[in-house]
């Protein structure tokens, strides 16, 4: 069985631009959420999907967003880039407590803002 | 406010030694997990606590959960150079989806 999928797997961008980050959960799971890792701030939840719809939503500014696909597959979005959201981002893919609860991650996208 | 705290920070041990992480958590939750996360690396996980007086064991790791303390430990037996990683609990609060509430993690070194 696949696990899950980041891409890309590393970025470099600058003040101002915007991103777009992509996750594939594993086959057949339903939920995504999105975690910001930093040295000071650890990790951190941005938001959660479920069956294409936002179920839970982190403490984050609005210019981070997301979207969920009828795939399952996920993206994120950072517009107007700053220096302070340079973070390895993860996202996690769960089948349901039905599955035994667990939440698998996948590589995480390593994004640097200059 | 959602807050998981664990203890100690870091913790470096001699190979051979027993030792044990703490992980408190702030509100009603039946579902503890900890993970490993390795230097540069993604989180793998370890185990995943359903239920008060949940033991899971793989290895020379066990995790436990008392929901009604809202504490969970992972315990080291006879630690291995291997171990050496930083480990994480997080809790998902009843009604909260899969919204993991990260404590700030135990840098473990364990000394050859």
């Known amino acids: 069985k696949a696990g899950v999928t980041q891409t890309p797997r590393y970025l470099i961008k600058t003040r101002g631009q915007q991103v777009t980050l992509s996750c594939s959960p594993i086959?057949?799971?339903?939920?995504v959420s999105w975690y910001q890792q930093t040295p000071g701030q650890g990790l951190q939840f941005l938001f959660e999907?479920?069956?294409?719809?936002?179920?839970n939503k982190g403490n984050f500014p609005g210019r981070f967003s997301g979207r969920q696909f009828s795939n399952s597959r996920s993206e994120m979005n950072v517009s107007t880039l700053e220096l302070g959201d340079s973070a390895l981002y993860l996202c996690?893919?769960?089948?349901?407590?039905?599955?035994?609860?667990?939440?698998?991650f996948g590589p995480g996208t390593r994004l640097t803002v200059t | 406010e959602l807050k998981v705290e664990q203890n100690p920070l870091f913790l470096s041990m001699q190979e051979g030694k027993n030792y044990t992480i703490y992980c408190n958590y702030s509100?009603?939750?039946?579902?503890l997990y900890w993970y490993r996360q390795d230097p540069g690396k993604s989180l793998e996980s370890l185990f995943v606590?359903?239920?008060?007086?949940a033991v899971k064991q793989e290895g020379r790791l066990m995790a436990s959960l008392d929901t009604k303390a809202r504490l969970s430990t992972l315990h080291i037996t006879a630690a291995v150079h291997d171990l050496s990683a930083t480990y994480f609990c997080?809790?998902?609060?009843?009604?909260?989806?899969?919204?993991?509430?990260f404590g700030g993690g135990t840098r473990l070194m364990v000394k050859p």
């Open positions: 996690a893919s769960s089948g349901g407590l039905h599955l035994g609860g667990e939440q698998y």
């Open positions: 086959s057949g799971h339903r939920s």
């Open positions: 999907y479920f069956s294409e719809t936002q179920r």
């Open positions: 509100t009603t939750s039946d579902r």
């Open positions: 606590l359903l239920s008060n007086g």
């Open positions: 997080a809790e998902i609060p009843n009604n909260a989806g899969n919204m993991l509430t």
